[in-house]
């Protein structure tokens, strides 16, 4: 069984995959791009791309399958908890552990570890229940987890209307002259490698603040804010600027720190209750190696 739904395109609408996520708030944009091109959406009968520009009059037809069994085992993995209600659940994600399932990660990620603790919402699909944003296997820090379909809604639209908090603290390569600055480049996948991202002229708009919170000689450690939210923002971004993340496997040089992967946490997270609209700012220590590193360097300057 399929559940249908419809809707006739107007002047406001555009973008398929983009329209199809306004009229109907419980499918994100990226949760209709897998509709379409899971060939479940039709537009006066036809098969379209996720790009296509709808005309006024179209008619569009979604059907959404009947959700499957969630295939995914709950694992007994310890949780760093930082604030947990029953809406809404902030975890200190540690570095090596990816985020949902995936052909090459299928089990022991944190979505099977939340699964063993809580209920999740189901927005996401299948293999990313609960996940509102998500953070690289190798960086650490905190992430905001939906328990139920509302709050899911509530903090995805936060992340759309650029209004939570999202602060990042990374060790780079280089000494910064600057103490602070924005980065405005365009990301969108590498044309010379399909495993990275890079800077591209067709990319998708992306903009981080950074400010400098220590040199450390032939580093920098810096604090960098994300205005949007794109595939290794942070990584591209400052490779972009020629101060590449110490320990960055795909982007950082080769001469470089070793850590457990690339310095970088996510320190700081904000957002406002899905229930009671409060502003709710979380705070994460930095991991161990990082510490440690810093500490490193701090005595090799002196």
């Known amino acids: 069984m399929k559940n249908k739904l419809e809707f006739c395109?107007?002047?406001?609408?555009k973008r398929l995959d983009k329209s199809i996520a306004n009229h109907f708030n419980d499918i994100s944009r990226s949760r209709a791009k897998n509709l379409i091109e899971e060939q479940m959406v039709k537009?006066?009968?036809?098969?379209?791309?996720?790009?296509?520009?709808?005309?006024?009059?179209?008619?569009?037809?979604?059907n959404i399958p009947e959700p499957k069994t969630l295939d995914l085992e709950p694992e007994n993995i310890p949780l760093d908890i930082v604030y947990e209600d029953n809406d809404v659940l902030v975890v200190n994600k540690?570095?090596?552990m990816v985020v949902h399932p995936s052909p090459g990660h299928p089990d022991h990620t944190l979505v099977n570890a939340l699964l063993f603790h809580t209920p999740l919402s189901n927005i996401n699909g299948t293999f990313r229940p609960g996940i509102v944003h998500r953070i690289d296997k190798d960086t650490s820090g905190l992430l905001m987890i939906a328990k139920n379909n509302d709050a899911h809604k509530s903090l995805s639209e936060q992340l759309k209307?650029?209004?939570?908090?999202?602060?990042?603290?990374?060790?780079?390569?280089?000494?910064?002259?600057?103490?602070?600055?924005?980065?405005?480049?365009p990301i969108g996948r590498s044309k010379k490698d399909r495993k990275k991202q890079a800077i591209v002229d067709d990319g998708k708009h992306a903009v981080t603040h950074f400010k400098v919170l220590e040199r450390l000689g032939e580093y920098t450690l810096v604090s960098c804010?994300?205005?949007?939210?794109?595939?290794?923002?942070i990584r591209v971004h400052m490779k972009y600027i020629g101060h590449p993340l110490v320990g960055d496997p795909l982007y950082g040089p080769r001469k470089t720190i070793k850590g457990n992967g690339q310095f970088l946490h996510a320190a700081k997270l904000g957002f406002k209750h899905p229930k009671t609209s409060k502003l709710m700012v979380?705070?994460?220590?930095?991991?161990k190696v990082f510490k440690q590193t810093i500490n490193n360097l701090r005595n090799s300057i002196k």
């Open 94 to 96: 540690p570095q090596g």
């Open 282 to 287: 979380f705070d994460a220590p930095l991991p």
């Open 43 to 62: 537009v006066n009968d036809e098969l379209k791309k996720p790009k296509y520009d709808l005309k006024q009059g179209d008619n569009v037809v979604i």
């Open 161 to 185: 209307a650029k209004s939570n908090i999202r602060e990042y603290v990374a060790l780079v390569h280089g000494n910064i002259k600057e103490d602070k600055g924005k980065i405005d480049a």
């Open 225 to 233: 804010v994300l205005e949007t939210g794109r595939t290794h923002q």
């Open 9 to 13: 395109a107007t002047e406001n609408d």
